[in-house]
């Protein structure tokens, strides 16, 4: 084997060792499935994070991304009955065409105001009905990119099993399908992840290279095309996969499954019945699924608590807004403009201080590097150890976050050089005769920011009192801890689940919907909570669910079923499944995924073979 660097070995059993490629046909796949949802999301995660300091009508950028979340929780619904009808090829294609749309919606021009002329900018209506309305075509594609990504993934995985364990029984096929699983959803997740620190990165280079009031034109022309370009490679590269054929039963009549596919995904649902518009809903009522709902949606929660709470609550408050970017971008006109963004553009003069703010984006990519490296070293280990200890570990990081932040308090950062009597985290852009500046405190947002007309100081724009070196380490070792946790919560999750609905369930695409619903009605839940302006409220919230739902994940793996095998348990926590097959089961438990197979894919006629399957 040594003369082979690109093979490990993989013991099928007492009969053959099969070696297993990780350049395999299906691996490729996995490749150009991540690259297309890499250039995407970079442009996308960009243009997100770019939003609020875009010139345009007041409260756009807030409601714009509502619109998008409320809208993808509820059409997460109805996506597996899509599925069902054009596969997940299409679904992805069809869902990327939306975040196309909406960076490009970007390139719009700006608002009128009194001083321009109409031909040069469009009204505020006009930018309002722009951005809503793509906002709302990408909430309905979000769910159905998702939808088809997580079971697209699904397959490739299978087929990657089948190939390796050719010729072995099905205990054999499961466990490496398993384990597969695991490593491809840490690939997909580990780059879908360094597509937001190329984003952001990216775009402030562009931002500093191009000095003129076309910086964000240029920008986004160059955004827009990276959308295409994930587009492209999806029409191109990605051939229509059908699922993975069942393994057939033992030339010797012996059962070779210790986990039967009926068993492990619901008995009778694998027979490839009609999907339903409520199918997602109606999976809520598997225990399986509706023990793994708590971390669903803990995991929204705590993705919008890191995008909004910590970023405004503890880098805007204690650091500066500017100090945002290490943890995630600005939401917000860069608070060292003098007036608002449009104002320079309409009048064509360069707004410098609006690339010293993107600038600040760089260091968010921070975020984006741990969680892409976490993601692919607990993957790995969640392949040799298991779910339980990768989950018992995020589970440990992100609860010492929580409960951190419920003791620590934020310092509210000062500005230098106040007038004497005067002191605060404001400026509100007034000298004394000696051009000491008047300071004012933080009165809005919880006594977290500054009021209308003042603007903040800023640790890195040099008007602010340093921080202490201990509360800089601290928040910037929080969002990496938060990002180790979240690592396991967004490659591991669908792995359990595309594990335990697998691809004969015909319950799969339910079970991927159900990761995005609960996912984002947490965010919704988090983005309203957060109007209460309390960082430790909604720490300790997040303390409490944390809990919970780990509680609800120890439940399901030790009583229902296992996470890692998928194996269903009975009520003592030993498996369900007899190890003794009959024939007659046997061969009917074939029939039943064969006849699900081809309701699926009624155009396949061939089944996939190594490493050039025909996908006729």
Not at 395 to 404: D, I, K, N
Not at 486 to 505: G, K, M, R, Y
Request: glycine share 10%.
């Amino acid at each position: 084997m040594a003369a082979q660097p690109l093979l490990d070995v993989v013991a099928g059993s007492d009969r053959a060792l099969v070696p297993r490629r990780s350049s395999s046909f299906f691996f490729r796949l996995l490749a150009l499935q991540s690259l297309a949802f890499f250039f995407t999301f970079a442009a996308f995660n960009a243009a997100q994070a770019l939003a609020g300091s875009i010139p345009a009508p007041p409260g756009l950028a807030p409601l714009q991304f509502m619109a998008i979340y409320v809208t993808f929780a509820l059409l997460c619904i109805p996506a597996p009955k899509l599925l069902s009808h054009i596969g997940p090829k299409a679904c992805m294609l069809l869902g990327m065409c939306p975040y196309t749309a909406l960076v490009a919606s970007f390139l719009a021009p700006h608002v009128c105001t009194d001083g321009t002329a109409g031909g040069a900018c469009w009204s505020a209506g006009a930018i309002w009905a722009l951005r809503l309305t793509t906002a709302v075509l990408l909430g309905m594609g979000a769910p159905i990119l998702w939808t088809g990504q997580g079971v697209y993934l699904g397959r490739l995985a299978a087929h990657e099993a089948r190939r390796v364990c050719k010729g072995l029984g099905e205990e054999e096929v499961a466990s490496e399908t398993s384990q597969t699983l695991k490593r491809y959803n840490g690939v997909f997740w580990s780059v879908f992840q360094l597509s937001g620190a190329a984003g952001l990165v990216s775009s402030s280079f562009v931002l500093s290279l191009v000095q003129s009031a076309s910086a964000t034109t240029y920008l986004f022309l160059g955004l827009s095309a990276c959308c295409a370009t994930g587009l492209v490679l999806v029409v191109t590269s990605l051939p229509a996969l059908r699922p993975a054929a069942p393994a057939e039963p033992e030339p010797s009549g012996e059962p070779g499954v210790a986990v039967p596919a009926a068993e492990r995904d619901g008995g009778g649902s694998s027979d490839g019945g009609e999907v339903t518009v409520l199918a997602t809903l109606r999976l809520c009522t598997d225990p399986r699924m509706l023990s793994l709902v708590p971390n669903l949606f803990y995991n929204g929660l705590s993705l919008a608590y890191t995008w909004y709470m910590y970023n405004t609550f503890v880098f805007g408050t204690s650091l500066g807004t500017s100090f945002v970017g290490f943890g995630g971008a600005p939401a917000h006109y860069p608070p060292s403009c003098p007036r608002p963004l449009h104002s320079y553009v309409v009048q064509a003069v360069a707004p410098l201080c609006m690339h010293a703010e993107f600038l600040s984006c760089c260091p968010g990519a921070l975020g984006y590097l741990v969680n892409a490296m976490a993601t692919s070293v607990l993957s790995r280990a969640a392949s040799r150890f298991g779910q339980a200890p990768t989950m018992a570990l995020a589970t440990a990081a992100q609860a010492a976050l929580w409960a951190t932040l419920l003791c620590y308090s934020v310092k509210p950062i000062g500005c230098a050089g106040c007038v004497a009597g005067t002191a605060g985290s404001c400026l509100n852009g007034t000298t004394s005769a000696a051009g000491a500046p008047h300071c004012v405190p933080y009165a809005v947002a919880g006594a977290q920011q500054c009021g209308e007309g003042l603007r903040q100081c800023e640790w890195l724009h040099g008007d602010a009192v340093p921080p202490m070196a201990g509360d800089v380490a601290l928040v910037l070792l929080g969002i990496c801890v938060f990002h180790l946790g979240d690592a396991v919560w967004e490659s591991q999750l669908p792995a359990v689940l595309q594990t335990l609905f697998d691809q004969h369930s015909g319950q799969q695409p339910a079970a991927m919907a159900n990761l995005k619903l609960w996912q984002s009605l947490g965010i919704s839940a988090m983005f309203g909570l957060a109007q209460l302006n309390s960082l430790r409220l909604c720490a300790g919230l997040l303390l409490a669910t944390l809990l919970l739902s780990s509680t609800s994940l120890l439940w399901v793996h030790t009583r229902v079923a296992n996470l890692d095998s998928g194996a269903r348990l009975g009520l003592d926590g030993a498996p369900a499944a007899s190890t003794q097959w009959s024939t007659d089961r046997r061969e009917e438990e074939v029939e039943r995924a064969q006849v699900g197979r081809r309701r699926e894919d009624s155009t396949s006629q061939q089944q996939h073979t190594d490493p050039a399957p025909n996908f006729g």
